[in-house]
């Protein structure tokens, strides 16, 4: 396959994001064994929709969605449903009408199969024909953002700058870095480091920094011939952890620091946390959430 340059002069406008949902969700069985993870509720809408309105929030309409197998709710539930619509018509509830048609309504979002899991690499590698020779954003489906949270729109902005593909990061406890992609970082200025090196998965002791990898992405369209050229890893996939580390040997890569705001729905705790978090924060139900916490505390002080 012939490679494809990019002159970053030419464009830094980010228009494409893919995100990557053909997981099976095996942390979180036996709820996933016949939903999709990323479909798993918190309060009263599913984590994937957390992921395209922040999207959006970015000024990003155009959406690729990397599915597999057992995943065709996600594309029901950014669908139009003309049955529940007419119900809802018919029964005066116009508020509810109006947001599940503004669900259809946000984005142009398509879709394809993975076919097989192949790991991370493998699933962006997917999105080449639709993402072409641009610059595009990721954004990991089981990972959600606060709605304060403006880590996609910072890292836009380095790319606008730079004209290079930007990782977010995020500093975690050395014990846990084994769980994530580490960096090897160096400063240039307060909250953007350039990545000297990256490794997948370090034994604490090993990790360059306790500088994690977390689930958002903004990448020039090299990162497709990194993934041609990577090998599978030790666990049979194509690691992207590896493929950003190639890509670097070519052309900076920037990291974005950030440090609050981001849920990992796949982590029972986190989704937990996430629940609670958000639930405190709508108007509608965060007064009466939280006097119910205080009063769950102070009975349980007593037992």
């Known amino acids: 396959m ?52 922040e999207a959006v929030r970015s000024g990003i309409r155009d959406i690729l969605i990397i599915t597999g197998r057992g995943k065709r709710t996600l594309e029901d539930h ?4 003309f049955e529940l619509e007419a119900e809802l018509a018919a029964k005066d509830r116009h508020e509810q009408l109006a947001e599940v048609r503004a669900i259809a309504d946000m984005a142009d979002i ?5 076919g097989e899991a192949k790991g991370l690499g493998h699933a962006v590698g997917v999105a080449r024909q639709h993402v072409g020779n641009e610059p595009f954003a990721v954004m ?12 996609l729109e910072q890292m836009l902005s380095v790319h606008g700058r730079y004209g290079r593909s930007v990782v ?26 350039r990545l000297l090196g990256v490794v997948e998965k370090p034994a604490p002791e090993d990790a360059p920094s306790n500088l994690a990898v977390m ?23 194509l690691q992207l952890t590896d493929a950003i580390a190639l890509l670097l040997k070519e052309q900076a890569v920037y990291g974005y620091v950030f ?11 986190d989704y937990l946390r996430a629940t609670v978090e958000l639930a405190l924060q709508r108007e509608d139900l965060g007064p009466e959430f939280r006097a119910f916490l205080v009063d769950l505390v102070e009975r349980k002080k007593l037992v």
């Open 168 to 193: 977010a990061l995020k500093e975690v406890a050395r014990k846990e870095i084994s769980f994530y992609g580490c960096a090897r970082p160096e400063a240039v200025e307060e909250g953007l480091v």
């Open 140 to 151: 990991l489906g089981d990972d959600i953002m606060d709605d304060k949270s403006d880590v």
């Open 78 to 81: 950014f669908d139009r449903s």
């Open 259 to 269: 440090e609050e705001g981001r849920y990992d729905i796949g982590n029972k705790l």
């Open 2 to 53: 012939t490679a494809r340059t990019y002159d970053p002069a030419m464009t830094r406008v980010v228009r494409k994001v893919v995100i990557p949902a053909a997981g099976l969700g095996t942390r979180f069985l036996p709820a996933t064994k016949s939903q999709p993870k990323e479909m798993l509720p918190i309060v009263d809408k599913p984590a994937i929709q957390y992921v395209v309105e």
């Open 215 to 237: 689930g958002r992405y903004v990448f020039t369209p090299e990162i497709f011939d990194a993934i041609d050229k990577v090998g599978p890893g030790a666990d049979g996939e």
């Open 110 to 114: 398509h879709y394809v199969r993975q």
